[in-house]
């Protein structure tokens, strides 16, 4: 039987969350799967884990990557392998709820949706019983379409809903609307990957819907806050940035302009903070401070970026450890 969906899994280091992923996947009320694994050179025990797991069930495959080159590469590669009408993605420590797959399939078919998602359900993992939906009832009360004006603004923090971020979404995706617009990860950059995919997959027409119900278990890791993202990976953004931008001029669409100018803020905010701090680390002084002019509101930006971490910074000194608050 020809595959409904592929899942695709990239996995580095996860042998203590890979069972449980693809355990999930196994147990899809929707029969019709493949499930194509994607190691990025780990050095623990996943692959051997995963390969066994192959073994006694035909729908997983196993490929691996001779260097680590990051999840847009591993995503790429096992998009590449598919075979399936949908694409669906699976991080290697998260999990999806029994009747997902089925879900949102009958609704991307129903409404002839190209990408469709559901909601996040946040789990820590330090009190998996404190699980909650990503996105509330407010702003996600019934199946509806996501258009691309909507997804920007989802991407900046809301103080009034903070942790909802569009971004971090899974949609299903349909591997034909992939193929014939050559949609694929940008392999350079290892943040804000998949905002960067849904964007061009919007900006190339798709239709979006979404559904309320909670099917994608999001695991909330204590050391995922950790990620810095780099002065090469803002920087890769901003320019992508500046594509919408000039885009969403030429289309004549103010609210889309400012609000894509309003995304843009926060990443340079966290561009120039990032290549600041980089520059005086290494004692860079002189390009450290040359920097704040670089643009006419570097200076400002650093300054409000300097504010906004100054609670992590004070916790760093108090505790003697550091963890930097995620732009």
Known sequence: MAPVVSVIVPMFDAARFVAEAIGSV???TLDAIEIIVVDDASTDDGPVMVAAMAAADARIRLLRQPVNRGPSAARNRGIAMATGRWIALLDADDAYQADRLARLVALAEARGADLCSDNLLLVPQDAPSEARPMIPAALLSGDRALGLAEFIRRNVADPARPGVNFGFLKPIMRRDFLRVHGIAYDERVRFAEDFALYADCLRAGACWWMSPEPGYRYRVRPD??????TVHDLGLLRRRQAVLLAEARTAGDPELVRLIRRH????????????????????????GIGGLFASPRAALLVAEECFRQFPVIARKALRGGYRRAPC
């Open 224 to 229: 995922s806050l950790t990620q810095v993202q």
């Open 264 to 287: 843009m803020r926060v990443v340079d905010r966290c561009y120039h903070y990032r290549a600041f701090t980089d520059d005086m680390k290494a004692r860079r002084f002189g390009q």
């Open 26 to 28: 196994r147990a899809q």
